[in-house]
């Protein structure tokens, strides 16, 4: 992708109205559009950021045995009053709308319901569970605060995944198998370090739900940290029996603020009995389908990793999610014959013949622009082709995390950016 053909810019200042620094940062940056509080557009640079979490997630829930599907946006009131769930007193976040005939329909915050419904005429018999099924899908909640850009949306991307299984012994491993897979997302989107299992209340179908929170300033939550024992808890639990029973010592938690980046629930038969998702076991005995949900935030997650590694020159991107992997600037005379631009030319088409994502800054402005606009899109190389450059027969090489450049050659910068 050439910078001169990208049909978004960069700017100096953020909308007045702003006050997350994520959302300023990223507008900045015109990775996103502001549209309303709470509803934010992602533009080409954002959306591959965006999918490149989601990728992330969609491999490691393939990896445990998510079956991918897609569920509706628009929902029907009748299986959200079996589960006592339409009524905005039991959930008040829902947006509702109606037909032409005046019938009500909501837009999904959440998709228990409905994939309870679909998943229904398949199941009969033991033979047909365990499994578990998951989406990356908007969400709609009328959200009263929506002052952390990003982080929380009135719509957003959530990946829910959702497991059913014969016996609680069954439901466990599966639980613990999806946990662990979030463990690994994490890990593989730059945040392991910061990001802690923190036990949360479990409703009434488990002792505990797991919340996954990344340690942020920028976090709505406060949790209490152990740190060498890599868990925490959130204020729900945050009492003597629990600290006990979790062999936590008060004295050693940090008090942090964090934000919840995934939460994970058992759920019992709490959906699968009201809308009569039952089996028959080997016994032939009929039994309530044993479920759980397992939820993820990628748009929230792009803000959290924003406010995590961003720094006052710009947007950070680790490796695994950024938008494109270098920044090449060509600088100086930037006619098509000029020499140096044919050296960048050639640079820009093998890195990209190689598979590595250039974001080809090709523009006739000032060096000193260039180099901002790199810093601000937070993309894990600059490499730099000048005069100097190319009189060296070399390259400039900077990683966005380190001030100093280093000059190399071509053999060495292929294997620099594809490692
Ligand atoms: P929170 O406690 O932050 O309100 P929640 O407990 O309601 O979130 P879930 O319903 O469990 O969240 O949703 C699963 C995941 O979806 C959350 O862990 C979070 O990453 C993401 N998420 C929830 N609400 C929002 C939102 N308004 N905007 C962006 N992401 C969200
Ligand atoms: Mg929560």
Redo the contacts with the bound molecule.
């Keep these: 992708m050439k910078v001169s053909e990208l049909f978004t810019k960069t700017s100096k200042t953020a909308p007045a109205d702003e006050v997350a620094k994520n959302a300023q940062l990223l507008i900045r940056a015109g990775f996103v559009h502001k549209e309303m509080a ?1 509803v934010y557009t992602f533009l080409p640079l954002g959306l591959r950021v965006l999918e490149n979490i989601c990728t992330i997630i969609r491999e490691e829930m393939d990896a445990v045995g998510g079956q991918e599907l897609k569920l509706t946006t628009l929902q029907d009131p009748e299986i959200w009053k079996k589960t006592g769930r339409w009524d905005d007193e039991a959930v008040d976040v829902w947006f509702k709308t109606k037909l032409k005939n005046e019938s009500e329909l909501g837009l999904g915050p ?1 998709h228990e319901e409905p994939l309870v419904r679909a998943v229904q005429p398949f199941v009969n018999s033991y033979k047909d569970l365990p499994f578990l099924a998951y989406q990356i899908q908007t ?1 709609f ?1 009328n ?1 009263t605060r929506a002052k952390s850009g ?5 719509e ?3 990946k ?1 995944m959702y497991s059913f299984a014969r016996t609680q012994q069954e439901h466990d491993e599966l639980y613990e198998k999806i946990k662990q897979a979030y463990f690994r997302i994490f890990e593989r989107l730059g945040i392991g370090e910061q990001t802690f299992l923190t036990f949360a209340s479990g409703g009434m179908f488990s002792q505990y739900s797991h ?2 929170q990344t340690i942020t300033e920028a976090g ?2 406060t949790i209490y940290v152990d740190r060498a024992k890599k868990i925490a808890v959130n204020e729900e639990v945050y009492n003597d029996e629990v600290l006990a029973e979790l062999g936590l010592d008060r004295n050693t938690l940090e008090t942090v603020r964090a ?5 994970i ?1 058992t759920l019992k038969d709490k959906f699968s009995k009201p809308l009569d998702l039952v089996f028959t076991d080997e016994g032939g005995k009929e039994q309530a389908v044993l479920m759980g949900c397992y ?3 990628p ?3 792009v803000g959290v990793i924003t406010e995590l590694l961003a720094d006052e020159k710009g947007l950070v991107w680790p490796e695994a999610i950024a938008p494109f992997t270098v920044y090449l600037a060509v600088l100086g005379d930037n006619s098509d014959n000029n020499h140096v631009r044919k050296v960048a030319d050639e640079l820009y088409s093998e890195l990209t013949s190689n598979g590595v994502g250039v974001l080809y800054d090709d523009r006739d402005v000032r060096p000193g622009e260039k180099f901002a606009d790199a810093d601000l899109t937070g993309i894990p190389y600059r490499i730099v082709v000048s005069d100097k450059t190319v009189a060296a027969s070399s390259y400039e090489v900077k990683k966005r995390t380190e001030a100093q450049p280093e000059l190399m050659n071509k053999d060495q910068v292929l294997k620099m950016v594809q490692s």
Aim: proline share 0%; no cysteine.
């Design positions: 709470g959440t969400k909640r959200e990003v982080m929380r949306g009135r957003f991307l959530m829910d919340e996954f709505e939550d934000a919840e980046v995934g939460n629930f939820g993820v935030g748009s929230r997650l």
